[in-house]
């Protein structure tokens, strides 16, 4: 995850999923380790932040960057 001006903020290594929480781990700005916990109402809370017309939006979205990692490796 990048800032609009193309710095790193979040370097995410991994998303698991433990029982009902997604566990994810990461560095925050570089430097900083961390596993941030997303719970099943983070996710629903996720969702209402995106709409509907981005939700709706997301399987192009991720077509696109599947392509393009394609393209990259």
Known sequence: ???KEGVEMVEVKS???K???LVMK???MGSMATTILIRPED???ALRLLGWRTL???PLILFRGYRQAA???
């Open 19 to 21: 029982d009902d929480t």
């Open 26 to 28: 990461g560095k925050v």
């Open 1 to 3: 995850m990048f800032s």
């Open 71 to 73: 393209r990259s490796s």
């Open 56 to 58: 709706l939006r997301m």
């Open 43 to 45: 996710c629903w809370q």
């Open 15 to 17: 998303i698991q999923r």
